[in-house]
Nanobody, 125 residues
Framework: HVQLVESGGGSVQAGGSLRLSCAASGHTSSSYCMAWFRQAPGKEREAVACIDTDGSTYAADSVKGRFTISKDNAKNTLYLQMNSLKPEDTAMYYC????????????????????WGHGTQVTVS
């Protein structure tokens, strides 16, 4: 069983930065994709970024150039560095891990991710 625990969320002013972390434990593998999704109140969950087995990354157009996804396999930790934050980035951010998808160049799709964290809130004012 894989457990994912997010941290690093908080409240920040527009233009500020935050770094989210997702610690993975259990039967984890660096062979599959990991991703960040977010969901704002009243809106559908949307993909933010993903990283695949080769270390290639994808970022949604809305965050491209501002957010960077990375992974430390030795620490089993996924990161999301968020810079130049905007009020529209306000959402609950979720970490997700796949146990079969190896590539995510087209962006992460929810159905590919079996394991999810409980989320960490990011509020930008």
């Amino acid at each position: 069983h894989v457990q994912l625990v997010e941290s690093g969320g908080g409240s920040v002013q527009a233009g500020g930065s935050l770094r989210l972390s997702c610690a993975a434990s259990g039967h984890t593998s660096s062979s599959y994709c990991m991703a960040w999704f977010r969901q704002a109140p009243g809106k559908e969950r949307e993909a933010v970024a993903c990283i695949d087995t080769d270390g290639s990354t994808y970022a949604a157009d809305s965050v491209k150039g501002r957010f960077t996804i990375s992974k430390d396999n030795a620490k089993n930790t996924l990161y999301l560095q968020m810079n130049s934050l905007k009020p529209e980035d306000t959402a609950m951010y979720y970490c997700a891990a796949s146990d079969w998808a190896r590539y995510c160049s087209g962006g992460p799709r929810s159905y590919e991710y079996r394991h999810w964290g409980h989320g960490t809130q990011v509020t930008v004012s």
